[in-house]
């Protein structure tokens, strides 16, 4: 009974310890397949290296967990790594010749070839009020109008425009016959104002030189003829009176001969007086003020000149101008209202081909987020110009645009076949060919580049805007020797030169110089220098 038991406990504990081992080696095969669907999951562009004896790192199918065992163990069987309490002795490596392969990921996005931006790039007007626009997505044909924007104010401008191009004709006109007419007057006035000018020099020179000193001498000649007038008349007048008393005239011929005498003198002494007073009034005031009214005539008829000579050409001269000035006034408004026009017509948004409507602008094969955008094509929405608001995509032909690292340029070339997955629709795989890949990169480190895809009837659910996963093999080789990439040791004093440490015959490691072909983050392909069966270190040997 005591052996019984003794057997059962024992089953019992075999038991659990078989259990807990096979849990143990099941966590350690999902780990590194956890491990490499969360790396396939974050990383957009990836440089996948794979063997044929190497199962992929997400198993697709329920047998893909026991062909990764397999594959597993395989592996530990190519490298010893050192039994406990070995620690002298490094790990190592069997070379062996097997299948490599050497895959590219690229991750693009379907372009299309045919794409037509709409933007309003106007001259004169900015105000783009929206009345009404067609939806996001909606299928569009050629003259079917996009966006109907408000054309009230543009209008009222356009009228308002037209009215001052009239009156600035108008004033151009009267400014056309006021410069014609001052090039015909202003000869004359030129000549009338040196006509002046002469007759007032001359005018002061003949007073100054003969008219005011003959106005003096008449006036003293006056005065002088006055006073001996009455001087005669006097003596007439005495000489009367004495004859006619001792005459034996009558009285009454006498008294008429006297009167008149006697009328004469007094005549001539008011004319003695009025001269007097003429004189006077020449000789105080006529005289000085005509020599001054004279001189000044003179003075003001040379300024006129003057003014003249200095003026009337410029006057001429600024009607030009102006008239000059209104011809470029009319023609920038000429202009003004003629790209107002145009603006006016541009306004008037229509498709220019048949596609698909999306808001905003595509970027390498990338559009605008249309939610971001929507607004604007609601009623009372504001657009932008010289600024792509809209763009009528055509959906066929289309290509993937993608963008390639730096690292990967030494793969991916031009001709290069591939396979693309569009994201949304896995199981559609499409012929891929690189079409070109840009010398000059997009960013640091990346380059654009882009591929041509054979579109077939599985291909109908693609629009431009998709993304997709592009995959290249650009090297693959059935027999190739490779060992782990931390075998190799490049030489310290030449780079280009590789070596690895080979165990001979007696087990010690011996220094063999190695050509390298292509690398991988798990192999190296190993061209000359080694053969298969050559046990590798994979590390350093320790110095003694």
């Known amino acids: 009974m005591k052996h019984l038991i003794s057997y059962s406990i024992l089953c019992l504990i075999v038991t659990v310890g078989t259990s807990a081992f ?96 709409m933007v309003l790039r106007l001259e004169q007007w900015s105000e783009l009020r929206v009345l009404d626009a067609v939806e996001h997505g909606r299928r569009v044909k050629r003259g079917d109008l996009l966006v109907t924007l408000d054309m009230d104010k543009i209008d009222r401008a356009i009228d308002d425009l037209r009215g001052e191009l009239h009156m600035n004709g108008l004033e151009f006109k009267l400014a056309e016959e006021r410069l014609r007419l001052l090039k015909a007057t202003t000869p004359l006035d030129l000549a009338e104002a040196r006509r002046r000018q002469r007759i007032a020099s001359e005018d002061l020179k003949r007073f100054l030189e003969i008219g005011g000193p003959m106005e003096k001498k008449r006036a003293d000649f006056m005065l002088k003829a006055a006073k001996q007038y009455l001087e005669y008349e006097e003596e007439e007048l005495q000489q009367l009176e004495k004859m006619y008393k001792a005459d034996d005239l009558t009285e009454e011929t006498e008294e008429i001969v006297l009167k008149r005498a006697r009328n004469e003198v007094e005549k001539a002494k008011f004319f003695v007086e009025m001269y007097k007073v003429m004189h006077e009034k020449t000789l105080r005031f006529d005289l000085p ?108 032909p289309i290509f993937v645009r993608a963008d390639v690292k730096e690292k990967q340029l030494q793969y991916i070339r031009a001709g ?100 390298v072909g292509k690398r991988t983050e798990k192999k190296v392909e190993i061209l000359s220098g080694i053969s298969k069966g050559d046990k590798v270190l994979l590390e350093r040997p320790k110095k003694k």
Not at 322 to 341: A, C
Not at 354 to 374: E, H, L, P, Q, W
Not at 458 to 464: E, Q, S, V, Y
Not at 496 to 512: A, E, F, I, S, T
């Open 289 to 396: 003020r005509r020599e001054e009214h004279v001189k000044e005539s003179a003075g003001r008829a040379d300024l006129q000149l003057n003014r003249a000579n200095a003026t009337l050409p410029l006057e001429l001269k600024k009607q030009k101008l102006k008239l000059d000035k209104m011809k470029v006034k009319r023609t920038k408004l000429k202009e003004k209202l003629d790209e107002l026009s145009a603006d006016r017509k541009a306004m008037i948004v229509k498709s220019p081909a048949d596609g698909v409507v999306y808001y905003g602008k595509c970027t390498r094969g990338k559009f605008s987020d249309a939610t971001s955008i929507a607004d604007k094509f609601r009623r009372g929405g504001r657009l932008s110009t010289n600024s792509v608001f809209m763009t009528v995509v055509g959906q066929r």
């Open 22 to 117: 096979a849990e143990e080696a099941k966590n350690e095969n999902q780990a590194p397949s956890k491990e490499a669907a969360k790396s396939e999951e974050t990383a957009g562009d990836k440089e996948i290296v794979e063997s044929e004896d190497v199962a992929e790192t997400k198993p697709k199918e329920k047998d893909g967990k026991k062909d990764a065992d397999d594959k597993k163990g395989k592996d530990n069987k190519k490298v010893k790594k050192p039994k406990k309490g070995d620690n002298d002795k490094p790990a190592t490596h069997t070379v062996e010749k097997g299948p490599m392969k050497i895959t590219v990921e690229l991750s693009g996005v379907f372009e299309a070839q045919a794409m037509h931006e």
């Open 416 to 515: 290069i076949k591939g396979v693309a997955k569009p994201t949304g629709y896995p199981d559609v795989e499409l012929i891929a060919i690189v079409d070109r890949v840009d010398t000059v990169p997009i960013s640091s480190g990346r380059f654009g580049s882009r591929i041509t895809v054979e579109l077939d009837q599985k291909a109908k659910c693609l629009a431009p805007g998709m993304t997709c996963k592009v995959k290249f093999v650009p090297y693959k080789k059935k027999n190739a020797l490779t060992v782990p990439p931390k075998a190799v040791i490049a030489d310290e004093w030449d780079e280009k030169k590789h070596y690895v440490y080979v165990l001979d015959k007696d087990g010690k490691p011996k220094k063999q110089f190695v050509k």
